[in-house]
């Protein structure tokens, strides 16, 4: 069983950056995607950035675009979001996904890890 564990929130000022980190504790199948998620208190679960794992193709929500960046380590079997110009609106507890290669979803998740943006 992958386990997923994500790192590097916190609490920060508008305007600040993160980087967060996700890491898988094996690589024991083939990975066609990565994807960050992430949800406020009271309001669903929604997409932030994904990222090809062969290639390295990249796709963001519109209201992170320009402002996050989404990357990887293959050796590493780390994924990154570098999240620069924090608004208050960024606050959410952050989520990694990794969807399989032949899968139509994202298989697995991680814990979550809290960002906070004050104003």
């Known amino acids: 069983q992958v386990q997923l564990v994500e790192s590097g929130g916190g609490l920060v000022q508008a305007g600040d950056s993160l980087r967060l980190s996700c890491a898988a504790s094996?690589?024991?199948?083939?990975?066609?995607?990565v994807g960050w998620f992430r949800q406020a208190p009271g309001k669903e679960r929604e997409f932030v950035a994904a990222i090809r794992w062969s290639g390295g193709s990249t796709v963001y929500a519109d209201s992170v675009k320009g402002r996050f960046t989404i990357s990887k380590d293959n050796a590493k079997n780390t994924v990154y979001l570098q999240m620069n110009s924090l608004k208050p609106e960024d606050t959410a507890v952050y989520y990694c996904?990794?969807?399989?290669?032949?899968?139509?979803?994202?298989?697995?998740w991680g814990q979550g890890t809290q960002v906070t943006v004050s104003s």
């Open positions: 094996e690589r024991t199948f083939s990975i066609y995607r």
């Open positions: 996904a990794i969807q399989g290669v032949g899968a139509g979803r994202y298989d697995y």
